[in-house]
């Protein structure tokens, strides 16, 4: 068994002593990761976050607040993070804002909004992230501006799938046709297109996913998902082709997008994969999600049954799948 406290201690210890601010920062990334593995430990960890939030070192106080998310309760943990608008240190603000938006709570709109004033443009994007997840508005122009940076604009292109505001279909259909646009943002654009009700879109979903001798590009499983998840026209043949082919690469892609295309004509071939001899168990993972996804009681029994037969990893991620999606 893991010597957590051991661990803990010794990382503090390494935060008072430590000169070198590599290695400081990386004490502090050991403390933050020993309070992910497991819930149960936040209690005993008190401590080492008021000890992080209160370091020098702007790379400590950042993993700090990434910390207080598996140490604080949720009823603490959004004024917690709307205080940190005023921290001086645009990277703090930048942890906060990213860690209020993956909540995706309501009530956390207005400390979002807050965020969406900062003078700097990387923060402003968290927020407006957050509120896309919300289905508000606010951040639609800071979002579509990110469709021109590189590091920010696939995420960009997601958030703007999920706000799903059609207000942004020119500056998509604009970064769709761009030339030189690498092939994962332009599939992602593709999926953003279709949502928004442009048939180019669906279209190109729905070739990119083909499998071919010269489609060997990386972003063809991220398509075959994509073509179930925009319910494109003639996914459901497309997608119920490569999950019967046991030398297709992308069944488990096949597999999330028919549970997300939600026709329960795809129960038995999902159950199929399920079960099938030999296959590699990310594709059983893969095949487990999607009948989560498809709400089909028979295949989400089956899911239960079998969830003693995956590794523990594979359990604990289906565990949340199943409390995310209920």
Known sequence: MTDWRGERDRALLALEREQNPALRA????????????DAARAPEFSAALARLLEDKQVAVRRTGVGMATGVLSSEELPGFLAARLSDPESLVRLEAAGR???LG???????LAGFLEDPVFEVR??????????????GLDTL???LDMDLLRFRALGALAELGDARALPAVQRLFHRLLLPAFDRTQAAGVLARLGDAEGAAWLLKRSEKRRWNWAQDRALAVELCGE??????LERLRGII??????CRGAAARGLGRLGDAAALPWLLSLLDEPGVPEDFRLDAAEGLWLLAVPEGRDRVRAAL??????????LSELMQEVP
Not at 26 to 37: C, I, K, Q, Y
Not at 105 to 111: H, K, M, S, T
Not at 308 to 317: G, M
């Open 26 to 37: 990386e004490a502090a990334e050991l403390l933050f990761h020993l309070v992910s593995e």
């Open 100 to 102: 209020l938006a993956d």
């Open 105 to 111: 709570r309501a009530d956390c709109r207005g400390v």
């Open 125 to 138: 994007f968290e927020a407006a992230r957050g509120m896309a997840s919300l289905q508000h508005p606010a």
């Open 144 to 146: 579509v501006q990110a």
């Open 230 to 235: 925009v319910k494109a026209p003639g996914a």
């Open 244 to 249: 019967s082919n046991p030398k297709d690469k």
């Open 308 to 317: 003693p037969a995956f590794s523990a990893e594979a359990r604990t991620e």
